[in-house]
Antibody, heavy 128, light 111 residues
């Protein structure tokens, strides 16, 4: 199992852009069996999928966040990144990156369906 | 409001079995056999317990099992142990437009 580690500023001001990085170790990000996703969890609440990316750059985004989200991948560094623009207090959450496994392990034929493993998460607070 | 509906809490005594339901719609749970279940202990990241309705990843105890009927998926934990006390989340594939939908989570208390 690879290990995933999120990193970010911890605190962002309202209306600014949130930028997070996820570094993958112990396995290549450029695998045909996996997408790589971002999920967030607001304090005391449930999980919300943000988006997922394939090593080729193909992306899926949550419709509710699509207008503000950009996910990118750097295969040379084995990293993926998340940018979320125009943040508000509602974007305060623990942000996780996770490997997003495709059904049958074949992302060219089937969609990504389950997250495993997850990073430890990074708390992002939006406050002035 | 989450796309999938789970009970807020369930409880059981050690050794007993419990079932957590996850109600969706014909656009997600009802159409696709692509339901996953995650366990989350306090302060920890979620861990995959079940995928594709009833498959267990390597290393997950066979006390955990999944099933589906219509628009509702279920997670059953048999032989409850204290370490099973955690939050459990279901998710489902929901088509290429909204890839992943999660349930609101269920807190399991082992009495």
């Amino acid at each position: 199992q690879p290990q995933l580690q999120e990193s970010g500023p911890g605190l962002v001001k309202p209306s600014e852009t949130l930028s997070l990085m996820c570094t993958v170790s112990g396995g290549p990000i450029s695998s045909s069996s996996y997408y790589w996703g971002w999920i967030r969890q607001t304090p005391g609440k449930g999980l919300e999928w943000i988006g997922s990316i394939f090593y080729s750059g193909n992306t899926y985004y949550s419709p509710s966040l699509k207008s503000r989200v950009t996910i990118s991948v750097d295969t040379s560094k084995n990293q993926l990144s998340l940018k979320l623009t125009s943040v508000t207090a509602a974007d305060t959450a623990v942000y996780y990156c996770a490997r997003h496994r495709c059904s049958g392990g074949k992302c060219f034929s089937f969609p990504p369906i389950s997250f495993d493993p997850w990073g430890q998460g990074t708390l992002l607070t939006v406050s002035s | 409001q989450s796309a999938l509906t789970q009970p807020a809490s369930v409880s059981g005594s050690p050794g007993q079995s419990i079932t957590i339901s996850c109600s969706g719609a014909s656009s997600d749970v009802g159409t696709y056999n692509l339901v996953s279940w995650y366990q989350q202990h306090p302060g920890k990241a979620p861990q995959l317990m079940i995928y594709e309705v009833n498959k267990r990843p390597s290393g997950v105890s066979d006390r955990f099992s999944g099933s589906k009927s219509g628009n509702t998926a279920s997670l059953t934990i048999s032989g409850l142990q204290a370490e099973d006390e955690a939050d459990y989340y279901c998710s489902s594939y929901a088509g290429n437009t909204n890839l992943v939908v999660f349930g609101g989570g269920t807190h399991l208390t082992v009495l």
